[in-house]
């Protein structure tokens, strides 16, 4: 799955799930400061990144991730390991 696939998937996800308008979402936009996401809703997205990726994700490994372009890169680099 190629990053601008797994972007289009998170967009989705963030538009149907936590309702985030569509101008709000870039690579660039931050989790918490620019789309009010909250801790439960970050593990909502990480329930619905190991639906996409078929994979157990491991928390730690998204420690670091602080914008949509941190979510993107860490699934493609997850996918291609």
Do not use: C, W, Y
């Not at 801790?39 to 997205?45: E, F, G, W, Y």
Request: proline share 2%.
């Amino acid at each position: 799955m190629s990053q601008e696939e797994i972007f289009l998937k998170l967009r989705g996800f963030l538009e149907s799930v936590f309702e985030v308008p569509t101008e709000r979402i870039s690579l660039n936009a931050r989790l918490v400061e620019d789309l009010d996401l909250d801790s439960i809703d970050a593990v909502d997205l990480m329930v619905r990144l190991q639906e996409l990726t078929g994979r157990k994700l491991k928390p730690d490994e998204f420690k670091s991730v602080r914008t949509v372009g941190d979510v993107v890169d860490r699934v493609h680099a997850l996918l291609n390991a």
